[in-house]
């Protein structure tokens, strides 16, 4: 099996992002961006879609959204063409038909997040229109936090109800955690505070977790 390591940013000025994205330029295919709105989450990030136009040969760009309501600046999200997906929450909206919808009209993968407590069953209907699962391994808000184990169960519970769609997890991934997500059946990794905590060693990091995959 083949899972693949993605960097998670998560910043409060584009100026960060931008000095980010070409520490791992050419290290991944995929990089993640958190967009957060102080309301859906207790924390407040970069949120301008247009920077995002500035960026020569960028990879990838998939933007997460942890914010409320995303069908209201989703479009927004879609328009840049480095952006190829968008992961919301389940828990953030009731329009996620809207959702899909929207996405896929502009030719771009939607995701779909779910926070640590939130039940498979609540989302089971939209699995066969979602690019992937984000089983989120803590509560999302602030990066550097502990991965909760419980969420080993989730992952597994998700690979029956669907096998073949992509299982990604985001937070607390590091070379002691990634193993036991992997073995459970998660299928992508996004690395944020194990990844930046030193720079010099970024490369290092991203092989030593496609080692363990």
Same mark, same amino acid.
């Given at each position: 099996m083949v899972v693949e390591i993605i960097p998670a940013i998560l910043e409060v000025s584009w100026e960060n992002i931008a000095c980010k994205l070409k520490l791992i330029q050419g290290l991944c295919a995929w990089v993640q961006i958190d967009v957060m709105d102080g309301v859906f989450v207790p924390n407040t990030t970069w949120g301008n879609f247009q920077d995002i136009n500035t960026v020569k040969s960028p990879p990838n760009i998939e933007i997460h959204l942890m914010i409320d309501r995303p069908e209201r600046t989703l479009l927004s999200w879609l328009v840049p063409r480095a952006v190829k997906r968008v992961i919301v929450h389940a828990e953030s909206t009731d329009l996620l038909e809207n959702v899909f919808a929207a996405g896929h009209s502009m030719h771009k993968q939607i995701g779909l997040a779910i926070n640590p407590k939130t039940p498979i069953e609540s989302i089971d209907r939209?699995?066969?229109q979602s690019a992937l699962v984000l089983v989120m391994g803590v509560e999302p808000g602030f990066s550097g936090q502990a991965f909760d184990v419980s969420v080993l169960k989730?992952? =597994? =519970?998700?690979?029956?109800f669907d096998a073949h769609i992509p299982i990604a997890v985001d937070g607390g991934v590091n070379e002691k955690t990634a193993p036991q997500m992997i073995a459970a059946g998660a299928t992508i990794l996004y690395v944020a505070s194990y990844l930046w905590q030193d720079e010099a060693k970024i490369?290092?990091?991203?092989? !030593?977790?496609k080692?363990? !995959?």
């Open positions: 939209f699995l066969p989730k992952i =597994q =519970q998700l690979q029956k490369a290092e990091k991203i092989n !030593t977790l080692k363990i !995959t």
